[in-house]
């Protein structure tokens, strides 16, 4: 969608034909607006699409987080009340702190897991296409199949995952019902849809020129020194943005367990999401205002986050050709 | 001169398509009301209804349009609407484009008539001879908010415990003389229980499963959740206390994480627990009735009241549906008429007999054989001392913190009367709002 733009604008843009005298004058009279207006007209309904349905519900509700609005009714302005109940609202910090623990949790893993992965199916081995395709797969199965799929593999009773620990003499414990194990089942089944963060490590490790490998084959490194010296560094920038796009990910987890605990965060509210409870509030409980307010304390976060991420990413990333 | 004329067409185009979208996109409303040739008025009616309640609702609406030909129900599905899962219907009344009629669950009845989107009833009801007199009590209260009626019950169902009578002779229990105290209950469920490790091969009672929840008991124990006087929740009742302290010691007993292994294992329809064996005793509903006989007819079990600490005062808790007119309707006496009737007499004996769910009213529930039925009886004669859920502006935050108290004490995180308190703080907080 975001393409549009740049596109018309490409379209519109003088062309490079000097023969072309009319057109030019033409131009010129119209002036900036006339050379994009046609460019405009045709991203219109993007641009129409953007600000009725995400920048003006966006801004309004920064002003809907002063107020008592229930969707039904407006409310009243209530100044910083529902940022000061938030600060009391037990509830609310241990929606944060189940979803900053699934972050630290999952973000790393999955990170770790893609690498690796993308390395396996980057081997030059015969039907590497069947095995990316394997791999890719649990990616295109809808978040609420996927959470079924998973209730009954982690069944503590008949599951498939507690049926393998048990031939090798593990007692499995009740995973979802367990308030100990509810959030690494959910870790767990969470890197099991990593596909789409390793088709861009892929992507990325396609872009290593293999001049640098040839050159260290020569110096006789071996596969752990290739691996840590040129491979990583030189897919810092693909991990660089699957990092932040997976921090904003995890702080968004909502599917996953609505799915799993019936919009309940059970057991015992150790998987009540942040946006899980954001959501209770804005459409169980009348209180869209002090949802609103919970949405932009999430927005400072993550903005925080990756922000943060920014900075120390000079550091860290290294670009080819740099 | 050509390219000029190609560009026109162009954005006549364009612009001729963007409209056909923006004008599909809002033409729902007038397709509908177009529908109705011949002066008839159309109400749409949005429930969630399938299987046999499917088909009770529309042999309602069939009857209901042969009596007023100029009335045409336009019946939508509309899955999830019920308990906390309104959220079409509020986007739609907010949008002002609401249905005029939709199928509602009571308990939330006074919650959205405090953010006034429902319409008030009252007068409808009282130039029509609709009164409080044929309805359980219970039933019309809940239907009602500050004095005043906005919906028509439809269903109600009560909670009793259910138990298998092979189990209770096999380890000697008289299935004549089932627990009537929380003691004997416990004894009971003692007994029942077969442990090995940490599995259950089965276990007697399990208080929270099923329609174990926490209004349940607390009224059974005698306690009160909410003093409409002063409009303040009374969570922190030393009997309410005392409830979840008999809870959680039963969670400790058996081990709670053992009981959440054996729960979480469990399936539904026939895979029941009380219908394949596992669980010896288990509070529900009317509607198991149809259950055991679909899955399992030949299951011996018989109902008994849910305890209570001294055996005496036994009680239990009843919900239900209605319907309601959504505040902005366009057809609001049509779609009375239509409320009249589904909550009438004939109506209810429509919906019920077919449907199997009881109705709100005493005489239909007495014609159709409730009242014989050795089970069905046993649910319809406690009626008449059931509780509902307090009518509130914060009945589904109410309900959410009760559930998960019950989940944090049975787990051992905060003592009951620690938990309680905070859920009455909550919700008050929210209350004096």
Redesign the interface.
């Known amino acids: 969608m975001k393409g549009n733009i740049p596109l018309a604008e490409n379209l519109n843009s003088p062309k490079p034909e000097p023969n072309n005298q009319i057109n030019i004058t033409a131009k010129k009279r119209l002036g900036k607006w006339g050379e994009y207006k046609t460019g405009f007209?045709f991203a219109s309904?993007w641009i129409i699409g953007l600000l009725v349905f995400y920048a003006i519900p966006l801004f309004s509700s920064i002003y809907f987080s002063f107020t008592?609005y229930?969707?039904?009714?407006p409310g009243e302005f209530i100044g910083l009340e529902n940022y000061k109940n938030l600060m009391n609202d037990?509830?609310f910090w241990k929606s944060v702190y189940n979803t900053v623990y699934f972050a630290v949790f999952y973000v790393p893993l999955g990170i770790i897991f893609g690498v690796a992965l993308a390395m396996m199916l980057n081997m030059k081995v015969k039907g590497m296409a069947v095995y990316r395709t394997i791999f890719f797969l649990p990616t295109l199965v809808p978040h609420v199949a996927l959470a079924v799929l998973w209730m009954w593999l982690l069944?503590?009773?008949?599951?498939l995952v507690n049926g393998i620990l048990s031939t090798i003499g593990i007692?499995g414990?009740?995973?979802?019902?367990?308030?100990t194990w509810s959030k690494p089942s959910l870790i767990l089944m969470s890197l099991w849809g990593i596909g789409q963060a390793v088709v861009i490590y892929l992507a990325g490790l396609g872009d290593i020129p293999e001049d640098y490998y040839d050159a260290a084959d020569v110096d006789g490194a071996n596969w752990f020194q290739k691996t840590l010296h040129i491979t990583l560094p030189l897919l810092t920038p693909v991990i660089f943005f699957n990092l932040v796009m997976g921090i904003i990910g995890a702080f968004q987890q909502f599917t996953l367990p609505y799915t799993l605990t019936q919009?309940?965060?059970?057991?015992?509210?150790s998987l009540t999401f942040y946006v899980m409870y954001l959501y209770?509030n804005g459409?169980?409980?009348?209180k869209m205002g002090y949802a609103s307010a919970m949405a932009w304390v999430l927005f400072v976060i993550i903005m925080a986050l990756t922000a943060f991420v920014f900075i120390t990413s000079k550091r860290w990333v290294h670009y080819q050709g740099k | 001169m050509k390219q000029k004329k190609k560009r026109i067409g162009a954005i006549a185009l364009m612009i001729v398509l963007t409209l056909s979208m923006i004008l599909t996109g809002c033409s729902s409303k007038s397709s509908s009301s177009e529908k109705g040739s011949k002066n008839q008025t159309t109400v749409t009616f949005w429930h969630p209804m399938t299987d046999v309640t499917g088909e009770a609702v529309d042999a309602v609406i069939k009857e209901f349009e042969k009596q007023n030909p100029d009335i045409k129900i336009n019946a939508v599905y509309t899955a999830n609407q019920g308990e906390g899962q309104n959220e079409k219907l509020m986007t739609a009344i907010s949008g002002g484009n609401p249905p005029d009629v939709a199928y509602f669950d009571r308990f939330e009845i006074g919650s959205w008539a405090a953010q006034g989107s429902l319409e008030d009833l009252t007068q409808l009801a009282e130039s029509s001879g609709v009164t409080k007199e044929s309805y359980y009590p219970f039933a019309w209260d809940e239907a009602s908010y500050q004095g005043k009626l906005y919906g028509i019950p439809t269903t109600t169902d009560s909670r009793l415990v259910y138990f298998n009578i092979d189990h209770f002779k096999e380890v000697g229990l008289d299935p004549e003389n089932p627990p009537k105290t929380i003691a004997e209950l416990e004894a009971a469920a003692e007994k029942l229980t077969k442990k090995k490790g940490k599995r259950f091969e089965r276990i007697g009672f399990i208080p929270w499963f099923g329609q174990g929840w926490f209004y349940g008991w607390g009224w059974s124990f005698g306690g009160e959740f909410y003093n409409p006087e002063t409009n303040k929740a009374t969570a922190n009742d030393p009997k309410l206390v005392e409830a979840l302290q008999w809870m959680t010691d039963f969670a400790k007993k058996y081990n709670v994480e053992d009981i959440a292994g054996f729960t979480d294992s469990q399936g539904q329809g026939a895979m029941d627990p009380f219908l394949t064996g596992q669980l010896s005793m288990k509070v529900s509903g009317p509607w198991e009735v149809s259950a055991i006989k679909k899955f399992k007819p030949d299951l011996k079990y018989g109902v008994f009241p849910i305890p209570t600490p001294t055996g005496e005062d036994q009680t239990t808790w009843s919900g239900g549906w209605s319907v309601v007119i959504p505040k902005g309707a366009e057809n609001k006496e049509a779609a009375w008429k239509f409320l009249k009737f589904f909550g009438g007499e004939e109506g209810q004996k429509i919906f019920s007999g077919i449907s199997r769910d009881f109705s709100v009213l005493d005489s239909v529930n007495e014609e159709l054989g409730y009242k014989e039925d050795p089970i069905l009886k046993e649910f319809v004669n406690i009626l008449p001392v059931s509780h509902h859920r307090p009518v509130m502006t914060q009945g589904s935050l109410y309900w959410n913190e009760l559930a998960s108290a019950v989940e944090n004490a049975t787990r051992g995180n905060g003592t009951p009367e620690e938990l309680l308190t905070k859920v009455n703080e909550k919700v008050n907080k929210e209350l004096s709002k």
């Open positions: 007209l309904p008592s229930s969707i039904l009714q037990e509830l069944n503590p009773g008949f599951g007692d414990p009740s995973w979802l019902g367990s308030e919009g309940k965060g059970t057991p015992a509210n209770d459409f169980k409980f009348f």
